[in-house]
């Protein structure tokens, strides 16, 4: 890559995020050495914002409460470009302190009452005002004077959330007619608030580039960092593809793994990003070394396992690391030790990680306009759990699968998972491409509302799909007394086609919600009866013609919500109908791999290369929290669609014995501790 700009040839990142205290106790020799032993081409420096880490000359721009006349930003700057380093400017923009409100308090975001939004001490700053648009630019265009970052990026840059709503003179006079009085997705207004609340969020990402570009030159970019699930971009009001198609790099602020997911989630996140700007575009991950997570705690360490395997999802999705600390001192140093391995792995392979094309036959499609107007207030249940569901499981059934955001042909069967908002347009797409031989699983509420969120009198999808919705909706839930519970529901197989794996049953536990609609029903749904006292738990009514499943020809409409369910509780029988779905439909896999465990599978084409990526999943299952050791697993067989007559194994080493028969290699893989990654030649 030499010669190449630095956003396309910087792959190992190192941020020491600052505090306001390191002024007095930053020991650069020591961070030199750690941006050493780490093998990282890249630097990211704390300079202003919120905290300015060196002099600066506006008055309201405020210090470090530590720095005095020191200039540690640009002495840092200084010690990177000796190590041969990238380096870019950190801000943190979106709030000031009270001597700067209390200037020009015009600049910042009020509520309908006309006070001022608040973050603890700090105001919150309206991205419509002066703040943006005057101070910060200054402060960019200060910051590239005096050292010629590379580039800059930006925290916390998008300003107030989705659920906030500000009404300062800046808005009114930017919205063009009377602001919401509230969040109400019921009102139009607030609907078209939220549009516009994303193109002000663009428009700050424009303005910035072209002060950087302008000041700096063609290359100094201004780089917003952004979140990596679709559900929090909604909630910052970062549209996710108009940001893409800005980004020559993308600067990924998605620490850690959640509660509610898995470190899968890291992959699908790569692979979904790659799906809009392009697998040329490089995608460096903020992965903290402190203990982040429920609860975190800034200053301690986060277990090794558990950062590592975060880190190794994202390299099988297309990742780039980038280790993060919360200030240059710390008691607790056992954060210092994770990345040196992680990184050095990463810099001995990293021909194998980049410049390489994914392989898939399956894709998922996602929507962030249907988390907005179809999630409205619960995006979580409504549109990523369905989606989250998909996820894990064709990670569970080994299936390669791809993100997307628009209909391609590419794909041999597409699902679309609850995707209530689709427009008239994306519907006609989708018909195109089952008639042009494509195959399409569609579940839930799929196409019942418009691009605004309004409902249809039926899915626009239904003559496609085989079905006519009965505009009812069966809920099932829990009150969490075995008195009063009503999710007791099955679903029975009336069609076998289907019940791979399900031998020596006819019935399928449900407990879950269900789209009321007509059609021939592959599944049925048996209605809920009373689970407690056990002499009442027999089936009133065990046959309906109530479907859950219709089967078409090239199609599948599924009723019942068990992409949602198999999100939040992984019942195994969930996850192998959704799985068969995709095997019907699919047809021969790029993939197969047979052996006890879970991994998760990604299949790369580099030129005549192929690479696998294999990660194993069966890590501390039976406990909830950080990941403290690794479970190794194995032996597994590999066999993948490739021409080839060499393998070899990037984390067990050497070179694997293959297999050739009629266009697939097999390889033998003995132990996968945390990952493997194959090499077919």
Request: hydrophobic share 40%.
């Amino acid at each position: 890559m030499t010669g190449a700009p630095w956003y396309r040839r910087t792959l190992r990142w190192a941020q020491t995020n600052l505090t306001e205290k390191d002024p007095a106790r930053y020991d650069a020799d020591w961070w030199r050495g750690q941006w050493r032993r780490t093998r990282v081409q890249g630097a990211i420096v704390n300079a202003g914002g919120i905290v300015a880490y060196y002099p600066s000359k506006f008055p309201l721009h405020h210090r470090a409460e530590f720095l005095g006349e020191r200039d540690l930003y640009g002495e840092i700057v200084e010690a990177a470009r000796a190590e041969g380093l990238t380096v870019l400017a950190r801000m943190d923009s979106n709030r000031a302190h009270q001597p700067l409100y209390d200037a020009h308090p015009d600049w910042f975001a009020v509520d309908a009452s006309g006070a001022p939004y608040r973050a603890g001490d700090l105001y919150v700053a309206c991205v419509t005002g002066p703040y943006y648009r005057d101070f910060l630019t200054g402060v960019l265009e200060e910051i590239i004077e005096r050292t010629t970052p590379d580039g800059i990026t930006d925290n916390s840059w998008s300003g107030l959330g989705r659920d906030s709503i500000c009404h300062c003179a800046n808005c009114r006079e930017s919205f063009g007619e009377k602001l919401p009085a509230a969040v109400d997705w019921e009102d139009a207004a607030y609907r078209r608030w939220i549009r516009w609340s994303y193109e002000r969020r663009l428009a700050v990402w424009d303005l910035n580039n072209s002060v950087t570009q302008r000041a700096g030159g063609p290359d100094c970019l201004w780089i917003g960092m952004n979140g990596g699930e679709v559900v929090a971009q909604s909630k910052r009001l970062r549209d996710d593809a108009a940001i893409c198609a800005r980004a020559p790099i993308f600067f990924l602020d998605s620490q850690w793994r959640h509660d509610e997911s898995g470190f899968q989630a890291n992959a699908d996140t790569g692979k979904r990003l790659h799906g809009m700007l392009g697998w040329e575009t490089l995608i460096p991950e903020s992965t903290a070394m402190y203990d982040a997570g429920t609860p975190t705690f800034r200053l301690g360490s986060k277990p090794e396992p558990e950062a590592r395997m975060w880190a190794l999802e994202g390299f099988a999705g297309g990742i780039q690391p980038w280790w993060h600390h919360i200030g240059s001192v710390h008691e607790d140093r056992r954060q210092y030790g994770t990345a040196e391995a992680l990184f050095g792995w990463h810099a001995a392979h990293e021909q194998y990680l980049v410049d390489r094309v994914p392989v898939a036959t399956v894709g998922l499609l996602w929507s962030q306009r249907s988390v907005d107007f179809h999630g409205k207030d619960d995006p979580e249940t409504v549109s990523q759990l369905p989606y989250r569901g998909w996820v894990d499981a064709l990670v569970r059934a080994r299936i390669p699968y791809l993100p997307t955001a628009s209909v391609d042909s590419s794909f041999s069967v597409l699902v679309v998972p609850n995707v209530g908002v689709l427009s008239d347009a994306e519907c006609a797409d989708l018909k195109e491409y089952v008639a042009g031989g494509g195959s399409l699983i569609v579940t839930g509420e799929s196409s019942l509302y418009d691009e605004w969120g309004d409902r249809r009198d039926d899915f626009a999808l239904g003559s496609l799909l085989g079905v006519r919705h009965s505009g009812e909706r069966q809920v099932g839930g829990s009150s969490g007394s075995w008195e009063t519970y009503d999710s007791h529901s099955y679903l029975r197989i009336e069609d076998r086609s289907v019940a791979d794996g399900f031998d020596g049953t006819d019935l399928l536990p449900f407990g879950g919600a269900l789209e009321v609609v007509q059609g021939d029903g592959a599944l049925t749904l048996v209605p809920p009866f009373p689970i407690y006292p056990p002499e009442k738990s027999w089936m009133a009514e065990p046959q309906t013609d109530v479907p859950a499943l219709v089967l078409g020809e090239r199609t599948a409409y599924l009723a019942a919500d068990l992409d949602r369910l198999y999100a939040r509780y992984h019942h195994p029988d969930h996850g192998r109908l959704l799985a068969n779905l995709v095997r019907r439909f699919a047809g021969e896999l790029p993939l197969r791999v047979s052996g006890a465990g879970v991994l998760d599978c990604q299949v790369y084409r580099q030129g005549s290369r192929t690479v696998v990526h294999l990660v194993n999943l069966d890590q501390g299952g039976a406990w909830r929290g950080r990941l403290e050791e690794f479970t190794p697993a194995g032996p597994f067989t590999v066999s993948v669609r490739a021409d080839g007559s060499r393998a070899s194994l990037l984390v067990g080493g050497g070179e694997a014995a293959v297999t050739p028969e009629d266009g697939w290699i097999t390889v033998e893989v003995d132990r996968i501790t945390d990952h493997e990654v194959l090499v077919v030649e």
